[in-house]
Each structure stands twice: as structure tokens, then as C-alpha cells.
């Protein structure tokens, strides 16, 4: 995250400096952050009045010295940080918890911090990002990363989290641990669940909310609920076929119609499970989605008058697609569509059907490069407001341990 130190700074350690050791807490809280800035886990900057004290101060690790002279140096860059990031963390005053400021004109808020409450390591330590599994974990982190490599490429951020492993339902279970045993940031992302925008939310984001309000005065915490129904809903079909495997193009296209025609209802669909009988036999559901299953053709495996006679309430009649959005990252947001060409490239003497291939493959990393001025407008602001939310609290300006000779 990025970490601001406050121009009351700078009078709070002028009064005190004179009675400051190598053992006092304020001075274990300055080395602490200067570690988190050199081990790469968060940004700090601060007016050059403050950073020039901090410097200067009589008992500080040499190493923190260095960094705080690195930041005076680098200091014309401050703004571009401040620019990129909508939440941060203030340090004001010495001792106290951590208080949630809310800026009601932008509907944003920051973190109002003392300087003391990072007396202890782990609280400086880098964000953990809670979400589901690890494969949510690499979703999010490359999407974010693909964000900045289109977006902000010249600003040289980088984005630093710890995984930290929701496992669904027990998540709440997950985020109140790691406030109280850690008391590092932490931001947990989850599923909404809703099947249509008038549903409720789902059990895991519900209790996760709990928590987040429950700790909401002491702790540097997030809990962000997708505006979709899950992640699959994140990435369009169009975007999904590109890089995707022959097995499920066929209804990937069907659902390519609903995005030409009925984009919105993208946002709820079920793309990952799909739907069973029973879900035709809730009115609201029908009400919102019957349209979508009369113009789509042979998206629903049978008419919508004859899943009312089937007696299997189980049976499934909508296709889902599990395991699409790991094909994504592999494929697009990682470099699985550069291997596949590189190893059609090295082929010799290629036929007519893999010249084609390559064709296509090369189509595709066009695309890719600019993933994000491909969005469809229907998902588009939800995207980059994922991605912002991401950034601010994962950024980092990488290791510099090696820059500062610690």
C-alpha cells in the first residue's frame, strides 16, 4: 500500500527526538517501515521536511537511513504515487488504533495510522489478499498486473501480496484470524452471488462484511464484494473465446450472442455451473432471464415448456463452464498463447492448417496487448474499479535491498 507520512510528523519528532534510544518504540516503528519499503511490500513518502528529519535522526539502523535518504531523493516522484492509488494509509500522531476515514464527496476513504502501531513488524508486513483458492489468487494479481503493464507502465509499480486462502464459506473464519494473529493489511475479495440484480448476496460475502464492521476501527482492512455475481463474470465471452479451448467454443459462442444482445444479464449469469431445473422453477429467475433462453438458441437443451414437466429437479439444462477463467490466465494473461505459437513457429516445412494457426495465434496476442481497450462498455468500469482497488492496496516499488547496500 502506499504508506503517507503527515506534516504533523514533523513536530511530533521534533519534541520528542531528544528523548529517543535505539530501543524506543518510535524508532522500531521507522526501522520497521523502512524494512517493508526495502523488502518491497509497500511505498512510503512523506513531505521533504519529514522524510529529511527521519534521515537525520540520531538512532535509527543505518539501513533505515538509507532509505529515507533514497525517498529524499526520489521525492519529485511522490505525486504520480499519490495520483495512481485511491486508498492509502496516513501516519498522524504516535499512539492509538487505525481509523477508517471516509471522504464523503468522493465515496472513497483512507487509513488513518499512528506512527507506533508499526512498533511491530508484522504489521508492516505486505498485504494478504484473501480470496477463495490460489487459482482466484493468480487471477486477480495478473489481471491487476496486466492493468498496469497497459496503464501505467512508465510509473515502475509493482504489486506485492501475500495469498491468503478464503476456502468459501469459512473465509470470515480466515480474515478474523489473520486481523488478530497478523495485523498486517488485508484485502478480501468475494463473490456476491446473486443470481439476478434483485437477489440477496451470498453466506461467505455476508459474514466477511461482519467482519470487516466488527474490526473496522482497529485494523487496516477491506472486504471488496465483486459487483458480479462471481469471477467468471468478470471476463466477457468475447474475450473468453480468444484463448480458449475448442471443447467449450461452441457454448461460448451462444453466450457470445447474450453479450451482443443482453450484456447486462452477463453480469448474474451462472457461466461457471450453469442452470439446472430447478432454477426455472423460481418465478423471479424466469422473469429476469426468460427472454435471454427464448432468443438464444440451443443455449437451454430443451424448450422452457418442457423443463416444467421434467420431474428431476437436479438435472442440469444449461451448460456451465468450469475452469474458464484458469484457461484465461493461462492463456492470455499469462504467456500460454506466446508458448503455443512459439512451438508452431519452430515447426518445419508447415501446413496450410498450422500457417492458419499461427495467423490465428498471432491475431490473438494483438488482442492481448490491449486487453483493456477491448472491454465491452458493459463490464468495463467494473474491471478498472477491480483493478484500482487492487493496485491501491498491493503496490510496492519491488525489492531495493540491493540499492541501499543492506
Not at 509497500?42 to 540520531?58: A, F
Not at 505525486?79 to 492509488?85: E, F, G, M, Q
Not at 468478470?234 to 453466450?255: A, D, F, N
Request: proline content about 3%; overall charge negative; aromatic content about 8%.
Amino acid at each position: 500500500m502506499l504508506i503517507l507520512l503527515d506534516k504533523s510528523i514533523e513536530q511530533t519528532l521534533l519534541e520528542i527526538k531528544h528523548n529517543l534510544n535505539e530501543n524506543s518504540i518510535e524508532v522500531n516503528a521507522l526501522n520497521n517501515l523502512a524494512i517493508a519499503y526495502r523488502s518491497g511490500w509497500h511505498i512510503i513518502i512523506g513531505p521533504l521536511r519529514v522524510l529529511k528529519i527521519i534521515k537525520n535522526l540520531e538512532h535509527i539502523d543505518k539501513s533505515t537511513k538509507s532509505v529515507f535518504d533514497k525517498l529524499v531523493n526520489e521525492y519529485t516522484f511522490q505525486k504520480s504515487y499519490k495520483d495512481l492509488v485511491e486508498e492509502h494509509i496516513l501516519i498522524k500522531g504516535l499512539n492509538g488504533n487505525p481509523k477508517r476515514i471516509e471522504d464523503t464527496e468522493e465515496s472513497k476513504y483512507h487509513f488513518e495510522t499512528p506512527l507506533n502501531y508499526f512498533s511491530s513488524l508484522a504489521r508492516c508486513m505486505k498485504t494478504s489478499l484473501l480470496c477463495e483458492d490460489e487459482s482466484d489468487f493468480d487471477f486477480y494479481k495478473k489481471l491487476c498486473e496486466k492493468y498496469i503493464q497497459e496503464k501505467h507502465a512508465i510509473s515502475g509499480i509493482h504489486l506485492s501480496f501475500n495469498f491468503s486462502n478464503g476456502g468459501g464459506v469459512n473465509s470470515f473464519r480466515v480474515l478474523e484470524r489473520g486481523i488478530n494473529d497478523q495485523g498486517n493489511p488485508i484485502l478480501a475479495i468475494a463473490d456476491s452471488d446473486k443470481r439476478y440484480p434483485e437477489s440477496g448476496i451470498g453466506q461467505t460475502l455476508t459474514k466477511l462484511l461482519k467482519i470487516e464492521q466488527k474490526h473496522i476501527d482497529r485494523s487496516i482492512l477491506s472486504v471488496y464484494p465483486l459487483p458480479v455475481r462471481a469471477k467468471e463474470n468478470l471476463i466477457p465471452p468475447s474475450l473468453y473465446l480468444i484463448g480458449t479451448e475448442h471443447s467449450v467454443k461452441r457454448h461460448l459462442e451462444k453466450l457470445y450472442l447474450v453479450e451482443k444482445e443482453n450484456s447486462e444479464k452477463l453480469l448474474y449469469f451462472n457461466i461457471k455451473d450453469g442452470y439446472k431445473v430447478k432454477h426455472f422453477k423460481d418465478e423471479k429467475f424466469i422473469e429476469y432471464y426468460g427472454n435471454l433462453f427464448v432468443d438464444v438458441e440451443d443455449l437451454v437443451s430443451c424448450s422452457i415448456d418442457d423443463i416444467s414437466t421434467k420431474s428431476d429437479d437436479g438435472e442440469v439444462v444449461v451448460n456451465g463452464i468450469k475452469g474458464i477463467v484458469e484457461q484465461f490466465t493461462n492463456n492470455i494473461l499469462d504467456n500460454g498463447i506466446e508458448q503455443k505459437l512459439q512451438v508452431k513457429e519452430r515447426l518445419q516445412d508447415p501446413s496450410p492448417q498450422i500457417l492458419r494457426i499461427i495467423t490465428e495465434l498471432e491475431a490473438i496476442l494483438e488482442t492481448k496487448k490491449h486487453l483493456f481497450n477491448n472491454l465491452p462498455q458493459y463490464i468495463e468500469e467494473i474491471i478498472i474499479e477491480l483493478c484500482k482497488k487492487l493496485l491501491s492496496w498491493g503496490c510496492s516499488k519491488g525489492e531495493t535491498i540491493a540499492t541501499l547496500g543492506a
